[in-house]
């Protein structure tokens, strides 16, 4: 078996069809797959019955605060239609369009219009600050994401407006509630001291976690050891996902992630008691 539990379609910030990631999968021998689109589950009826050669994991990824931080949280054998999930991500998606207009206008003070109409057209349902980016990059305004990031998107750039996120246990319960099992996604990727991220495991673990992401796209086995160690320690199952977004980008690809450490693979998310329940 080969397992991608982490990757994103054109209904949040990737850049293909969940057709395209099936069928990509597919051609990299991953047996199960789990798209999980940014607090967005549009893409779990669409390809539900794509495919009977591959086992189709619901997921999600909801954005949520610890602490003042932004992190996410995985969702998977989530039942998408459940009421509490569902009013959740509806809000979640409400307050990134909020948080688009408000850039929309700051970009209006600096002589740029058409952010808004520009959205509007595309299929995403879930909305985010890559979407601007690809804007700023259409319009000429910047030569690429890395740029239009750094100079207007990062906390203290031209257009930045803070985001206004779910707080992390309401999203493991929201999870809880549909089913499902949660997972803390790519944990090295946040702006974390060590101590830090012990914290924020500690706390997810408090709050009911169910696993750690050790293995995605671009981490080295170092870290993927040490992050196997954490979950461990605290009892957590661990998980893996390539954390893909568009087949242009050289470092990562549905089923790309270092292989899991015999010890991690035994306590993986799909051993978890939950997860054929």
Not at 68 to 95: F, M, P, T, Y
Not at 258 to 273: F, M, Q, S, V
């Amino acid at each position: 078996m080969k397992f991608d539990l982490h990757c994103h379609s054109h209904y949040s910030d990737g850049k293909h069809s969940p057709s395209f990631l099936v069928h990509r999968a597919l051609a990299n021998q991953v047996t199960h797959l789990a798209i999980t689109d940014h607090d967005c589950t549009a893409a779990i009826g669409e390809v539900k019955d794509i495919s009977a050669m591959l086992t189709l994991i619901p997921g999600v990824e909801i954005s949520c605060e610890w602490q003042r931080h932004e992190i996410h949280i995985v969702g998977l054998c989530i039942n998408s239609e459940e009421l509490q999930l569902e009013s959740l991500l509806l809000a979640q998606q409400a307050g990134r369009r909020a948080r688009l207009k408000e850039m929309g206008n700051e970009l209006q003070k600096l002589g740029v219009d058409g952010l808004i109409e520009y959205c509007a057209k595309l299929t995403c349902k879930s909305l985010s600050r890559s979407h601007v980016a690809d804007f700023l990059v259409e319009k000429g305004i910047v030569k690429n994401r890395q740029k239009a990031f750094k100079t207007f998107l990062t906390k203290g750039g031209r257009i930045f407006v803070e985001p206004n996120w779910c707080d992390m246990t309401e999203a493991i319960d929201a999870i809880h509630n549909a089913k499902g099992l949660s997972v803390l996604a790519h944990p090295t990727r946040y702006p974390l001291s060590k101590r830090k991220l012990t914290n924020l495991v500690s706390n997810f673990a408090i709050a009911g976690g169910d696993a750690i992401e050790v293995s995605y796209g671009n981490v080295d086995l170092h870290t993927q050891k040490h992050l196997t160690e954490i979950a461990l320690g605290k009892s957590l199952h661990v998980s893996a996902g390539s954390d893909f977004h568009d087949s242009n980008a050289h470092w990562t690809d549905i089923g790309k992630y270092p292989t899991l450490e015999e010890r991690a693979e035994k306590n993986a998310i799909w051993e978890h008691p939950k997860w054929h329940s």
